[in-house]
């Protein structure tokens, strides 16, 4: 799903105003590397003028799951992407700013899949993240979820 899936929902705790403290959720466009170099890593694209970026920054623990929603499964089945047939993976962990030695690759790893953020907003500040997973759970039936272990 990390190789295939071109976004994912990331999960915050919110750093701001009213609501700060409370579960904050965004979908990002995301990409774990360039199409011929998958690394399961998962690598964004993102500005600081985004709410769950801000949230980031000031507590880098965060959750991301990605849904079957365009996998095979589900589509050969007329199954909703909502069923829990249709496979979700949920990666936990610290996201955090992509060191200057890995810049180059999460530049080829984001534009390769979504070339148009290229011509995004200069002035929005965008900077690449990565999440340095810790767990990951997988639910793919119709009840609990299966850990996963990292180094798998």
């Known amino acids: 799903l990390a190789q295939h899936s071109a976004w994912g929902f990331v999960a915050t ?23 011929n170099n ?12 985004d709410n769950t970026v801000t949230d980031l920054l000031k507590n880098p623990v965060a959750s991301l799951t990605l849904p079957e929603a365009d996998g095979n499964f589900c589509r ?5 992407p909502e069923d829990p047939r249709c496979t979700r ?17 999460a530049k080829q790893a984001m534009f390769s899949r979504h070339p148009v953020v290229r011509k995004w907003p200069r002035s929005y500040e965008w900077f690449f993240m990565k999440m340095n997973i810790e767990h990951i759970w997988l639910q793919s039936w119709y009840g609990e979820v299966s850990p996963i272990a990292v180094e798998e």
């Open 89 to 105: 993976l949920t990666l936990m962990g610290q996201m955090v700013t992509v060191p200057p030695e890995e810049v180059e690759f």
């Open 13 to 35: 705790r919110a750093a701001r105003g009213k609501i700060q403290g409370m579960p904050y959720g965004n979908c990002l466009l995301l990409s774990d590397g360039p199409v």
């Open 76 to 80: 050969k089945n007329i199954i909703d």
């Open 38 to 49: 998958s690394t399961g890593i998962p690598f964004f694209y993102v500005t600081p003028k």
